[in-house]
């Protein structure tokens, strides 16, 4: 699990990836019209999830969707099944 993930919120585009199964390590954070970079960080100083909130925190909403895509990925939702119920 350390494919390279894309989010984009707000023309702002953000590389992330999974570390060891349970962490997200911030590669970059580029604009999304034209990816020039906002930020980038090095191999041996990636933040997390949590560092990079304190880093930017006007990025909030950016973020919060890493923090949804990564539980996804980690946990997937349950897939929708449809009851029929039996009536007597």
Not at 23 to 37: C, E, H, Q, R, T
Not at 59 to 79: H, M
């Amino acid at each position: 699990m350390s494919d390279i993930r894309h989010t984009e919120v707000d023309g702002v585009c953000v590389t992330w990836r999974f570390v060891h199964h349970h962490l997200i390590a911030i590669v970059a954070v580029d604009k999304a019209s034209d990816a020039s970079p906002l930020v980038a960080f090095g191999p041996g100083n990636y933040p997390d999830l949590a560092q990079a909130r304190e880093l930017l925190p006007e990025l909030t909403r950016l973020w919060d969707a890493v923090r949804r895509e990564f539980w996804d990925k980690l946990i997937p939702p349950l897939p929708v099944v449809t009851r029929q119920r039996a009536w007597a």
